[in-house]
């Protein structure tokens, strides 16, 4: 588990609260320290978070959350409302740089992020969140670059990408019911050529069973030119075979018996 999915979990998650985004950060120059200040607590790693309630209505916070060295777990330090927030400073608007300060209204930090990129996430985050949950007394962004106070913001490609997903999922549906549609209307169409083939078979199996003269004759004549050419081979065989369909009579010659054989061979 990542350090930030960590410290979701430990310090926000049991306050019932969510955390946006987080940036590791460094400070840029050294805190003073009070003279008569004893030995701290060794070398630390420092997290600058962002985090909403869970419970209507939403409040929106900032929270300086430490990890010190050999432990694994993280504390919280200081924290303030998103609306004392009022200057955020991006340092340099024409390159990637990871220095920034945030200015609250009574505190002042001057920070230097993990990555140029990391800075740059997390700043769009704020600015967004910002805009959504601040209704007066927004903070101002200044010396920062275009693509964090325009469209091209992480969340709006987000927005972009799932926007995108969906449509893609909605046009396989369609498609997918256009295709059983489609399998449906052969399934029906086969069935129909079916049942007729079966009559169609029916009938034909009763004309040829009867002889010519018969009692069908009149229905075999008034058949169809292409049912009366296959009629007559089936009525061939039949009356070859010797069978017997219910209309005429047919009966075949008796075999001879073994004592007229041994008469005629002697």
Not at 204 to 217: D, K, L, M
Request: hydrophobic share 30%; charged share 25%; aromatic share 8%.
């Amino acid at each position: 588990m990542s350090a930030k999915s960590t410290i979701s979990k430990e310090i926000f998650a049991p306050q019932d609260e969510r955390m946006l985004g987080a940036v590791q950060v460094k400070r840029r120059t050294k805190k003073k320290i009070p003279f008569l200040a004893t030995g701290g607590q060794g070398e630390y790693q420092t997290y600058i978070c962002l985090s909403v309630t869970n419970k209507k209505p939403t409040q929106a916070s900032i929270t300086k959350v430490k990890q010190f060295e050999g432990s694994t777990s993280f504390v919280r330090r200081s924290q303030w409302a998103l609306g004392q927030l009022r200057q955020v400073n991006g340092i340099d608007p024409n390159r990637d740089s990871p220095e920034f300060d945030l200015l609250f209204e009574n505190a002042f930090d001057q920070w230097v992020a993990s990555t140029a990129s990391e800075k740059c996430t997390f700043f769009q985050i704020l600015h967004h969140t910002c805009q959504r949950y601040l209704t007066d007394k927004k903070p101002e962004f200044i010396n920062c670059q275009s693509k964090i106070m325009g469209g091209n913001s992480i969340l709006h490609s987000a927005a972009d990408s799932v926007s995108s997903a969906v449509q893609k999922a909605s046009q396989a549906l369609n498609e997918r019911g256009e295709r059983l549609g489609r399998a449906e209307e052969k399934t029906e169409d086969m069935k129909n050529s079916a049942q007729q083939f079966a009559e169609t078979a029916h009938k034909v199996t009763g004309w040829a069973a009867c002889p010519p003269g018969g009692s069908r004759s009149r229905e075999v004549n008034s058949a169809p030119r292409h049912l009366k050419q296959i009629v007559g081979p089936i009525r061939a065989s039949g009356a070859l075979l010797g069978t017997r369909r219910g209309c005429g009579t047919f009966k075949s010659p008796l075999p001879p018996s073994p004592r007229s054989i041994r008469s005629t061979v002697f």
